[in-house]
């Protein structure tokens, strides 16, 4: 069964950068043909996608945080993860990581997800 | 203001059929699938509907998916009360070179 599990502070100050690491476990990250993503949701909002990546490195941003994402993988640790610069309040929110179930952007399989606030 | 648009809320009674709109454009629905996911409280997201009308595996029959044109749908038949959650579309939109959501639709189970 694969599973999926976020980690990072859960606290993060205006202008600091956001840090996570989702680790994949009763899997393959290398299993080809599937794409391991980011996705966030504010409090009481909806779920907005931050970006996709396969295990070579490709990686795919949202054009509206393309600026301030980085997305990286560690095949050997079986982890991958999110970088996000210069954050502000409206970062707030909980963060999942995912893998796709068939395609390219069908998350199948989530992470419990992790509030990260931002604030001073 | 989500790219693709649905209703945010919807009701129904246990044992009815319920469908839940999602409306987009050239740019998503018609040239990308769509995905359908449901959140309950609390909880993540799952994945209910791929590839426009796919269930995953372990997925009830009572949820299906169609398409036509610029609007998808997701239907569920025999409504029950652990129906009871958000729903939200998902599709892939090659203007914006991204994956989009719906803003989600709350549905109630009377």
């Known amino acids: 069964q694969l599973q999926l599990q976020e980690s990072g502070p859960g606290l993060v100050k205006p202008s600091e950068t956001l840090s996570l690491t989702c680790t994949v476990s009763?899997?393959?990250?290398?299993?080809?043909?599937?794409?391991w993503g980011w996705i966030r949701q504010p409090p009481g909002k909806g779920l907005e996608w931050i970006g996709s990546m396969y295990h070579s490195g490709s990686t795919y941003y949202s054009p509206s945080l393309k600026s301030r994402v980085t997305m990286s993988v560690d095949t050997s640790k079986s982890q991958f993860s999110l970088k996000l610069s210069s954050v502000t309040a409206a970062d707030t929110a909980v963060y999942y990581c995912a893998r796709t179930y068939s395609g390219f952007e069908d998350f199948g399989y989530w992470g419990q997800g992790t509030l990260v606030t931002v604030s001073s | 203001q989500s790219v693709l648009t649905q209703p945010p809320s919807a009701s129904g009674t246990p044992g009815q059929r319920v469908t839940i709109s999602c409306s987009g454009s050239s740019y998503n629905v018609v040239s990308n699938t769509v995905n359908w996911y449901q959140q309950l409280p609390g909880t993540a997201p799952k994945l209910l509907i791929y590839n426009d009308n796919q269930r995953p595996s372990g997925v009830p029959d009572r949820f299906s998916g169609s398409k036509s044109g610029t609007s998808a749908s997701l239907a569920i038949s025999g409504l029950q009360s652990e129906d009871e959650a958000d729903y939200y579309c998902?599709?892939?939109?090659?203007?914006?070179?991204?994956?989009?959501f719906g803003g989600g639709t709350q549905l109630t189970v009377l």
């Open positions: 998902a599709a892939w939109d090659d203007s914006l070179n991204g994956a989009v």
């Open positions: 009763g899997g393959s990250i290398s299993r080809p043909n599937y794409y």
